[in-house]
């Protein structure tokens, strides 16, 4: 009897804690990121020319909640990279990129305030990039047309009924089409390309990442 008792109690509060993580259907999630990564690499040759890449990303996103823990929604996104050449003449602006895109998130509740989810994404980007030699050479600007699809697990954590703190392992699976035009700023066409890419990375560690999503109960 006590044995049966025991397995009740446990039950229930397993049942009770998966009530409790739930995303309720009518939901609303306002949500986005920011990220920044930097990174610095040395030539091996001759004036060992050491180059750094900084990259700042601003993602703002909204969804709603078509089922319980089903949630549909968009996103916008901006990209502002830097890379800075020292000891060389090799110069670059800042390039900036936009995105927007569509995506599908399933929740798992897997104890009080804590969840998995997995993140299907299918988005466009696009990014211009303007590269000077030095005085002697025209600047070359590249633009890029990019569409993705792309899949990638996180977990989520109810800091409150109304706020989530999320921690995604992003492009842990990416198809793209990127269309590649690069032209001298007279005008005169260098190059043109399309290409189809996939890419699976685990390695997540070079960026930081801090996510949210403010939950709207129906």
């Known amino acids: 009897m006590k044995r049966k008792l025991l397995l009740f109690a446990v039950l229930s509060s397993i049942a009770c804690t998966y009530a409790q993580a739930q ?3 009518g939901s609303v999630l306002l949500g986005g990121s920011l990220g920044y990564s930097r990174s610095e690499s040395t030539s091996v040759t001759g004036n060992r020319e050491k180059t750094i890449n900084r990259l700042i990303t601003a993602a703002p996103s909204v969804g709603i909640a078509i089922k319980d823990n089903l949630v549909v929604g968009g996103d916008l ?8 050449y020292k000891n060389s003449n090799l110069r670059t602006p800042d390039s900036d990129a ?3 895109g569509v995506f599908i998130r399933k929740y798992w509740g897997i104890a009080n305030r804590l969840y998995l989810f997995g993140n299907g994404r299918l988005g ?4 211009k990039e303007g590269l000077t030699n030095n005085e002697a050479f025209p600047e070359i600007q590249s633009k890029e047309h990019r569409v993705s699809l792309s899949f990638f697990p996180g977990v989520s954590f109810a800091v409150s009924k109304k706020v989530h703190l999320e921690s995604t392992f ?3 699976l990416t198809i793209d089409y990127i ?3 690069v032209r001298e700023n007279n005008g005169n066409k260098i190059s043109s390309k399309s290409a189809f890419d996939f890419n699976s990375s685990f390695n997540n560690a070079a960026s930081f990442t801090v996510g949210f999503k403010l939950l709207l109960s129906k």
Not at 124 to 127: E, F, G, T
Request: charged share 30%; aromatic share 16%.
């Open 170 to 172: 992003m492009n842990l």
């Open 77 to 84: 996104s901006y990209d502002n990279r830097k890379i800075t």
């Open 23 to 25: 995303i309720k259907e």
């Open 124 to 127: 466009y980007r696009y990014a």
């Open 179 to 181: 269309n590649t035009r």
């Open 98 to 100: 936009y995105g927007a």
